[in-house]
């Protein structure tokens, strides 16, 4: 009869813990896998409004894509060449314009709190002045999406074959904040690589390799 008694106890308590084990295990991914991370960045800026409202595409800025293994974090050269004319938001700048208008007066140079912020970095007085003798600086951009360092992966050759950048980064044109969005791991590569042989990409037919040294070597 006891050991009866002791044996229900163990089942139970072992139930016990698989149930826990289970539950702790509800939200539990690989190492390494960050999918969902987005990091607050130095300067606030909006893929949103520049992929989406505004359409400008995503090799624009990160040029580097196209031709090799890294999209390439875009350099304040590439900024610039936006806003070194547009300071602010259009709303901001045209409420500027109206008010300079009825006053009969030039419009001031309207700078936004994150614009600035990148005109400091480069050591502006403003967007077409350097400061003397300030030194421009990098913008210490945060890095999204982190794979491991002993996989390989070559956006040019992604590129080439037609995958679009949302296949692996989600819809950027609408978010704030970039996120990664997929989780990046193996299994979901393999899976990617077999769905692309299967059905091709864009219309036309591909060979995506499933062989090992092409991630790894």
């Known amino acids: 009869m006891h050991r009866i008694i002791v044996t229900v106890i163990l089942l139970v308590g072992l139930g016990y813990s698989l149930v826990v084990l289970a ?11 960050q999918q969902g991370y987005s990091p607050e960045q130095p300067i606030t800026y909006s893929h949103r409004l520049h992929a ?41 700048l045209q409420e500027e314009i109206e008010k300079a208008d009825k006053e009969k007066r030039k419009p001031k140079t309207i700078i936004s709190a994150e614009l600035q912020t990148l005109y400091d970095t480069l050591g502006l007085v403003d967007p077409k002045s350097p400061e003397p003798g300030a030194d421009a600086k990098s913008i210490p951009w945060v890095r999204v999406h982190n794979l491991p360092d002993f996989v390989t992966f070559d956006h040019s050759a992604h590129i080439v074959a037609g995958v679009t950048c949302q296949k692996c980064h989600g819809p ?13 791991s193996m299994g979901w590569c393999v899976n990617c690589h077999r769905e692309a042989t299967e059905n091709g990409i864009d219309g036309h037919p591909v060979n995506a390799s499933l062989n090992c040294t092409v991630c790894h070597h």
């Open 23 to 33: 539950f702790g295990m509800s939200d539990w991914r690989p190492p390494g896998d």
């Open 172 to 184: 950027v044109e609408s978010m704030e904040r970039v996120r990664q969005f997929e989780s990046l």
């Open 52 to 92: 989406g409202e505004l359409g400008i595409d995503c090799k624009f800025c990160h040029s580097a894509a196209e031709h090799g293994k890294y999209a390439g974090i875009p350099s304040t050269d590439v900024c610039m060449k936006c806003h070194k004319y547009v300071t602010s938001s259009f709303d901001l």
